[in-house]
């Protein structure tokens, strides 16, 4: 029996190995992407080199990136991979594209065929046959929908809600950069506005830079206040927060919160038990969803402005993500007063909150199992 354990825990570890290492490989593909995107001269050029970087990091067959243009009503395929190098246009609000245009949200589907906007025209001309489809809206920075990344036939099945995520922070990239492109091309361009989406753009490369070393420290860290102390002290540098916390409760509800400010030379601090529903994050792991509040959020919530009762750091807004095992909830991850940047996105937080959440998670879970394997070892 307990052969068969330790078979199942080392089985376990494995797979989250195998997890990590494929996290790397999409980690490093989107700094590439992002560097080519910031260096790059001509932001055409760099979206067209950006769908072959796109298909490889989600295993996709196809993609495509669609431009909108609104005064003619239609999807402009801006970047196209595959055999046709034509522009293709479709209207807003028909086919796949066109609806994610329109609504301004995500489709997800594991059979196109199923839905009823799914076009089989371009299949029928040209014999492909669409299985799987991901499409995203991309956003420029007031939110407004410029376009549409679009990926057909995953390799090995179909789009996982992780695709959906990597999918839209590399929708925003493309997004920022066409809007770049456009205000470039223009004669009354301001210096301003280019150095404002440069800025947001530098922002972009710095997230992706966090993930990738996030990766790194994961794989280094001995133990959980060491993985705390790493990860927080440059997500909170990243984000330009004022702290970063991760709450982790055990099986009674109840657990220990560290708190990182962004400062190098600065002390990962532990504080005093608190349980789930309690604070910021022990109302994020009770809900199990993540959340931006700011201003008068936490008074019509009912959410005290705090982190932990021993903090003594008084929280103006916050950035809350889960931690997964699954569909277990195992902790929560907070970003706290994200004073540092000028230009603050929400939206744009908080997916880089459920990112890093992501990786927490899984280091979390696989240094568990882990310690287990260990217990189980020398009880034998």
Request: glycine share 8%; charged share 30%; hydrophobic share 40%.
């Amino acid at each position: 029996m307990t052969a068969r354990r330790n078979a199942d825990l080392e089985r376990r570890v494995a797979e989250l190995e195998a997890v990590i290492a494929d996290q790397e490989h999409r980690l490093a593909g989107m700094a590439r992407i992002a560097a080519n995107l910031a260096s790059s001269r001509d932001p055409r050029k760099a979206m067209r080199a950006m769908v072959a970087e796109i298909s490889n990091l989600l295993q996709a067959d196809r993609t495509t990136i669609y431009e909108l243009r609104r005064d003619e009503g239609i999807l402009r395929g801006l970047a196209v991979q595959g055999e046709t190098s034509l522009e293709v246009g479709i209207p807003i609000g028909e086919g796949i594209a066109g609806e994610v245009a329109l609504r301004g949200k995500p489709i997800n589907l594991k059979d196109a065929y199923r839905h009823p906007k799914f076009d089989p025209k371009y299949d029928k001309l040209t014999g492909y046959r669409t299985r799987s489809m991901l499409a995203v809206p991309m956003r420029n920075p007031k939110r407004e929908v410029t376009g549409v990344v679009q990926v057909l036939n995953k390799c090995d099945g179909y789009f996982t809600v992780e695709d959906e995520h990597l999918l839209s922070a590399l929708a925003t990239q493309a997004a920022i950069t066409l809007e770049a492109l456009h205000l470039q091309l223009r004669l009354n361009v301001s210096n301003t506005e280019l150095l404002d989406l440069s800025h947001r753009l530098q922002q972009k490369v710095h997230e992706l830079e966090l993930l990738f070393d996030n990766e790194q420290a994961i794989a280094e860290a001995r133990d959980l206040p060491e993985l705390a102390d790493d990860v927080l002290r440059v997500t909170a540098q990243v984000a330009g927060c004022e702290a970063a916390a991760m709450f982790l409760p055990d099986e009674t509800g109840y657990g220990l919160t560290w708190m990182r400010g962004p400062e190098p030379d600065g002390n990962l601090r532990t504080l005093c038990r608190s349980a789930v529903g309690e604070g910021v994050l022990g109302k994020c792991a009770g809900r199990g969803e993540s959340f931006v509040l700011r201003e008068g959020d936490f008074e019509r919530l009912g959410i005290p402005r705090m982190i932990g009762a021993d903090c003594g750091l008084r929280v103006e807004d916050a950035v809350s993500a889960p931690l997964l095992d699954g569909e277990r909830v195992i902790g929560a991850l907070g970003l706290f007063n994200r004073k540092a940047l000028t230009h603050r996105d929400d939206e744009a937080d908080r997916r880089l909150a459920v990112l890093v959440a992501g990786q927490l998670s899984r280091a979390v879970t696989r240094m568990a199992q882990r310690r287990d394997a260990q217990l189980r070892d020398r009880m034998m």
